[in-house]
């Protein structure tokens, strides 16, 4: 058995095809991401992976929606969306296929 240690990672993506990583994979990208009350991520989108977000613990709001403890959020290709930590919030992040470089920036890219 061995540990690590989360905050060894950049912004809690700990399996990926990025570094560092402890699996390199194609496959899916899986963080741990912590948040304090008011931290904002803007709009984006994938346009070929899945974004599933699960709220650990805390309050956020995606698309002017709040989501609360126990919320799995499934983000599409091309569905945009905005982040921001209401309370202090803990989720976890599991991103398919990891593509590197599938960000974009603003609006869904169907409207």
């Known amino acids: 058995m061995l540990a690590h240690d989360l905050n060894q990672f950049i912004k809690g993506w700990f399996l990926g095809p990025f570094s560092p ?22 709009k984006h989108y994938h346009s070929v992976a899945t974004e599933y977000t699960v709220i650990a613990t805390g309050r956020v709001l995606m698309n002017g929606i709040e989501y609360g403890a126990d919320s ?18 803990i ?21």
């Open 21 to 42: 990583t402890l699996k390199q994979t194609e496959h899916f990208e899986c963080a741990v991401k912590k948040y304090k009350a008011g931290d904002y991520e803007e």
């Open 72 to 89: 799995i959020i499934e983000i599409r290709p091309g569905e945009a969306t905005d982040f921001e930590a209401l309370v202090d919030t």
């Open 91 to 111: 989720t976890f992040v599991v991103k398919t296929p990891a593509v590197t470089g599938d960000k974009y920036l603003g609006d869904n890219i169907r409207d």
